[in-house]
């Protein structure tokens, strides 16, 4: 009998080893990569994993978290059967109980509380998992409300609402066909592989780069031919200053402005005060090399612009910053054009495969008609218009205030109230409920605050539909059986939805039934999908041709790109605060800048990290041990701080205390803090009300605090 050790070094499997290669995906970081997996199985246990060499997008690749994957399937507190709360809230006593027993006591709480108040006193609620997203959303809609919120309350919507108020629909860039790549809070060595390796290759075939970035970082460092080190949050002064340097240059194209663009005037007259040397005030970025890279931007296209979905938007004027920042694009004409900004369909799941399914159907074909408005409808109108999902960040508050209409339960799937600026407050709210159940792989803390607990699996232990960019899509079979007593989260939904008694046959016909449903207009079945070794190409899939949407008319009020926008003219309200134009303001919060001399960026990503996920797994935890800062020596000096001296962080809201690090990737005065660490969790110091009034977005990235040497409170 061979050791662990032999087996682990075994390449080929064969019979004498009793290993088997197993196909399966990685789903630690949600959506977008999923890189493939091999995973060397034995006895139903999983002995290791590597990337898929020819797997659509990461060919063969996986990153740190990814590498983790043993470690975070077989994690220690992984739920293991059904629980109900026998404790207070919080304090973490559950008694086991059986699949039946807690779906009967699901069903029997939620049908109560919506007999007594309506369906729309049960909220529902989904944190960074994205893979059984339609389901959960189908759930809500059959269920009678819209009561549908996710992480995507934080994550993404806002770039693809910037494009929306544009352009009609989310926009991305054609790097593969691009002479320049325009990368806006661009550090995709770290943050996503997989677009990296398209960046990799732009500057390989000799494209230009340009990045805009605070700091330096591996991809300014390997990529950039011009780095511009703004000031955090000030993107949006930076992208109006260029405009006006190509209006006043001439970099425009005048022609496409004139056939396809609103709003030129408006905007033109806006912008013109954000002169080179206002600019460079503002962004502390030298004016001639801001003219320098207009000049480059204009002239090199067609142009891939690079729009995060997070360090650009997580300001309080983060979604006028991007909005700016796209409205370049427009200037230029580098809109819905080969090489330049291109639109995006998805397919499922957020993903652009370049082929439709029924997603869309089975969405819509329940969506309730006559129901309350979604929770926090009238704060966020913009929010509200193009987007159909509740602003999860006015959960807690109407939880609290019950106006205009009580929320009594909550479902929640994979929630972490450590996603949540101040989340002890959102804590509070939550223990207000009188019912919440939730789904996770782990015993989360906030899992601890539910009633009925259930144990989801991992994507190793599931089948998933999976597309791709590029017309790719995949079924997965489970590497390994679910452990413990867990199951999928969708199948939880669909043997839920059996419970609850409502009109859904296609939900209640199981999970298998609605993933057929799901590629029902496709010319593949399920079998094919999992019998093939690699993600299959669909027929379906045609290349778009580029300038449709030109000829057409793009989806906004006017048919055209607007520089000044009618969508918000119709749905602001009272609320007179919403400009039509891509206007910019700072992103601070209130606090006393003397008091609170340092700004807070709370959420750089780092590349063993990925929110709450892998913090405690240990190869990961090795990387970085301690919940820890990255400040400028400058400042360190002066405070008489050194490399892993504990200090506090301490902003208007409340203060962590966390280790030292030196960096000179960021500038003088700014402090660099990842998230979700329960010994130091850094959103308690981001205000529950610092929000962007267009897309509800925290302002993570823009908090005024002040360091103390010492452990504090600690
Ligand atoms: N300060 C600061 N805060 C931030 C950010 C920031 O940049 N700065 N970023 C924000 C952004 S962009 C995001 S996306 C959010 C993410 O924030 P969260 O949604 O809190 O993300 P996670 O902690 O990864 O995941 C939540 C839970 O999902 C569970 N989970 C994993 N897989 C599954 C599954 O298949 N099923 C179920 N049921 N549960 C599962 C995990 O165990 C975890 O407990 O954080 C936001 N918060
Ligand atoms: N390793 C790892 N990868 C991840 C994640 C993770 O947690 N860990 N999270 C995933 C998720 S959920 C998301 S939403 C994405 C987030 O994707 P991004 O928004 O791209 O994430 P960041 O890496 O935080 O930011 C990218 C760069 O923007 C810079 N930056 C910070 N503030 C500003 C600013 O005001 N303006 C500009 N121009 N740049 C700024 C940062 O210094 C950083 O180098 O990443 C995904 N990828
Ligand atoms: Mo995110």
Known sequence: MATIEQLLKAKIPCEETGIEVKRSLCDICTPG????????????????????????????????????TRQYVYRKNRIRTPLRRIGARGEGKFEEISWEEAYREIAGRLNE????????????????????????????????????????????????????????????????????????????LIGNHVVARAHLALKKRGGKVIII????TPTTQKLADIHLQIRPGTDGAL???????????????????????HGFAEYKAYVSQFTPERTQE??????????????????????????????????????????????????????????????????????????????????????????????????FPLWYALTD????????????????????????????????????????????LDFIFATDLIMTETCRYADIVLPACSSLERSELKVYGGGYLTCTTPAIPPLYQSKPDTQIICELAGYLDIEDDLLKSGYEKTMEYLISNLSVTLEELRAAPLPLKMKEAAPRKPGSLREKGFETPTGKLELYSEKIMQVRGDHTELDPLPVWNESFDSADREEYPFTLIAGARLPQAIHTRTHEL????????????????QDAKALGLQEGDWMQIIGEKGSVTVKVHLSGAGLPGDVYMYHGY?????????????????????????????????????
């Open 33 to 68: 990569m999923h890189c493939g997996l091999n995973v060397y199985v034995k006895d139903g246990t999983i002995l290791k994993v590597e990337g898929v060499e020819n797997y659509p997008g990461s060919n063969g690749k996986i990153c740190t978290k990814g590498a983790c």
């Open 113 to 188: 509380i919506k007999a007594q108040d309506g369906p729309e006193a049960v909220a529902w609620f989904t944190g960074y998992s994205k893979w059984y997203r339609p389901w959960l959303h189908r759930l809500v809609h059959s269920f009678g409300s819209l009561n549908y919120g996710t992480e995507s309350s934080c994550c993404n919507t806002a770039t693809g609402m910037a494009w929306k108020t544009i352009a009609g629909r989310g926009f991305r860039g054609d790097f593969a066909n691009a002479n320049l790549l325009i990368g806006w809070g661009c550090n995709t």
């Open 213 to 216: 970035d605070p700091r330096i």
């Open 239 to 261: 992208a109006l200053g260029m405009g006006n340097t190509l209006i006043q240059n001439g970099w425009i194209d005048q022609p496409f402005i004139d056939k396809y663009v």
């Open 282 to 379: 503002i962004t502390g970025v030298d004016k001639d090399l801001i003219i320098k890279a207009a000049h480059l931007y204009a002239t090199s296209g067609p142009v891939a612009g690079y729009f995060p979905s997070a360090a650009v938007t997580h300001h309080i004027n983060g979604y006028n910053n991007m909005r700016a920042i796209m409205s370049l694009e427009v200037l230029i004409g580098n809109v819905d054009r080969k090489g330049g900004v291109v639109p995006v369909y998805p397919s499922l799941v957020y993903a652009d495969g370049g082929f439709p399914t029924m997603e869309r159907a089975f969405l819509n074909d329940v969506k309730p008609q006559n129901c309350r408005s979604p929770i926090g409808s009238g704060s």
């Open 389 to 432: 999902e509740y602003q999860a960040m006015t959960l807690a508050g109407q939880i609290r205030e019950q106006k205009p209409y009580p929320i009594r339960a909550l479902g929640a799937f994979g929630m972490n109230h450590r996603m949540f600026p101040q989340p002890t407050e959102m804590l509070g709210a939550l223990e207000k």
């Open 618 to 633: 240990p190869w990961a935890k090795n990387m970085r041990p301690d919940p820890t800062a990255d400040i400028h020596p």
């Open 678 to 714: 329960a010994q130091a969790d850094i959103n308690e110091l981001i205000g529950k009300a610092h929000l962007d009034p267009y897309s509800g977005f925290p302002g993570y990235r823009q908090v005024r605090c002040k360091l103390v040497k010492g452990e504090g409170a600690k």
